[in-house]
């Protein structure tokens, strides 16, 4: 009975000595945390250093706030050093995200955070040695991994500009940078669909006449730098990819695989897209491919592509038909936007500016935080300020109405700003000048618009 005494005692207290260990050894690690924490928030890296590296030694899982802040700390430590001390701080920060991977996953996106050590490695290659062909191995490996969260526009970028490196120096062939190319383009247009509604939200909030709070001023401002950047890196990778994606590599490489993908849907869809953005649609090879792809998936893609055709070869009542049908097949609201606007284009292209009109408008009321629409508008009321009066100040009177359009677009599009300052103050230049309104004498009052444009504008007051 002692015995069982005995031993029950031992391990009781070794059970209490046991708490009391994990309870003072969380204890000092919580301190640590708060010390990290205090020094990172002041921006006092170099101190917030060391109980950052122990913490992250001691228990990597006891806290995110090690990962939060850490990356914070090695970034400053990597901006101030060089040699091997620079390679050590940068394997560091891999190293500390693929362990916040592994002990906090649900919040570490993992196509978001490969791709961070893609790029961190890619601006920092020459002291790391890594090649072109490693980089974009990462890259590849990231974007496959987990395609939805790696949606970084720089990473896009880089990861299509390494592709184009690997095809000029003849390690990929011209077949493998085109899919990458659509690869790429097509992200960047899903990530602006997703950030384009997102606004829409708050641009028709707006102009219901509901003011819009502080949190969605913020969000407006974060949707607008999302679109601008996606914005800037679109034409970015345009310039990459520049004439080697013109028709003599097109026409031959689409040629050559055309049999082998004659019921293949996506194959299609590119390569007469590929085509049609670089003017290859007088060659037989065109027709060829639209009509496969009509074949195949028929869809209001397909109806569109067939009313290029058809234009093409001066059938313009029969391609409107297969316009109409186009728009009218579509039900994605953003890609009937993006529809609807091409076919203004097209219209406005061949003078029709009424019916032109109404297919920018349309693209408005689908997608009002794209301003595009606004700037064709107003660039075909300025087209027409000749035939829209019975006074030649009249008829210069319409460039204010043109001007008043394409500031709207900056209103709704943070990505216009300038093109739309610029179009504005090209048509207020045009339209009649102080000296002319006083001459006249009718500043304040309102002019009608005649002909297709309609409407009404009011003479600056001097």
């Known amino acids: 009975m002692r015995t069982k005494f005995t031993l029950l005692t031992f391990l009781f207290t070794f059970l209490i000595a046991g708490v009391n260990s994990v309870g003072a050894q969380n204890e000092e690690q919580m301190a640590k945390l708060s010390i990290m924490t205090e020094y990172a928030k002041a921006k006092n890296y170099e101190a917030a250093y060391k109980p950052f590296k122990e913490l992250w030694a001691e228990n990597p899982k006891f806290n995110r706030a090690i990962y939060v802040y850490g990356e914070k700390i090695l970034d400053y430590q990597i901006d101030k050093s060089n040699g091997n001390d620079k390679v050590g701080y940068l394997n560091d920060l891999m190293k500390l995200w693929e362990d916040r991977r592994e002990h906090f996953a649900s919040k570490t996106p993992k196509g978001e955070y490969a791709a961070k050590a893609c790029q961190l490695m890619f601006d920092n290659?020459?002291?790391?040695?890594?090649?072109?062909?490693?980089?974009?191995?990462?890259?590849?490996a990231a974007y496959n991994d987990d395609k939805k969260t790696f949606d970084n526009p720089k990473s896009l970028y880089t990861y299509f500009y390494l592709m184009v490196k690997l095809y000029d120096a003849g390690l990929k062939p011209a077949k493998?940078?085109?899919?990458?190319?659509?690869?790429?383009?097509?992200?960047?247009?899903?990530?602006v669909q997703i950030a384009s509604e997102k606004l829409n939200k708050l641009v028709q909030k707006e102009e219901s006449g509901t003011p819009l709070t502080s949190k969605d001023k913020k969000y407006e401002k974060y949707y607008g730098q999302i679109l601008n950047a996606f914005d800037q890196?679109?034409?970015?990778?345009?310039?990459?990819?520049?004439?080697?994606a013109n028709c003599e590599n097109l026409i031959p490489l689409y040629s050559k695989d055309f049999d082998a993908n004659i019921n293949d849907a996506v194959w299609l869809k590119r390569a007469v897209s590929r085509m049609f953005n670089k003017e290859c649609t007088d060659d037989p090879l065109y027709e060829k491919l639209v009509k496969a792809y009509d074949a195949t998936a028929p869809s209001a893609d397909t109806k569109y592509f067939v009313a290029t055709i058809l234009l093409k070869n001066g059938k313009t009542s029969e391609a409107e038909k297969y316009l109409k049908e186009s728009?009218?097949?579509?039900?994605?609201?953003?890609?009937?936007s993006k529809l609807a606007n091409r076919i203004g284009l097209i219209l406005k292209k061949k003078g029709r500016y009424g019916q032109a009109r109404g297919y920018f408008r349309d693209a408005l009321k689908l997608n009002p935080s794209n301003g595009r629409p606004h700037l064709s508008i107003a660039a075909m009321y300025a087209a027409s300020a000749k035939d829209c009066g019975d006074t030649n100040f009249n008829k210069r009177a319409v460039y204010w109405y043109a001007a008043q359009e394409a500031r709207k677009a900056s209103r709704v599009d943070p990505t216009l700003n300038k093109a739309a300052a610029q179009s504005a103050a090209n048509?207020?230049?045009?339209?009649?000048?102080?000296?002319?309104?006083?001459q006249a004498g009718n500043g304040g009052t309102v002019i009608n618009i005649g002909c297709w444009i309609g409407g009404s504008v009011t003479v600056p007051k001097i």
């Open 327 to 336: 728009y009218d097949l579509e039900t994605d609201t953003f890609k009937k």
């Open 176 to 191: 493998d940078l085109f899919n990458k190319y659509d690869d790429v383009v097509e992200k960047i247009e899903e990530e």
């Open 233 to 244: 890196i679109s034409g970015s990778i345009d310039s990459q990819l520049g004439g080697r």
């Open 427 to 438: 048509y207020e230049a045009k339209a009649p000048q102080r000296a002319e309104i006083f």
């Open 125 to 140: 290659k020459e002291v790391l040695g890594k090649s072109d062909k490693e980089l974009y191995d990462c890259f590849d």
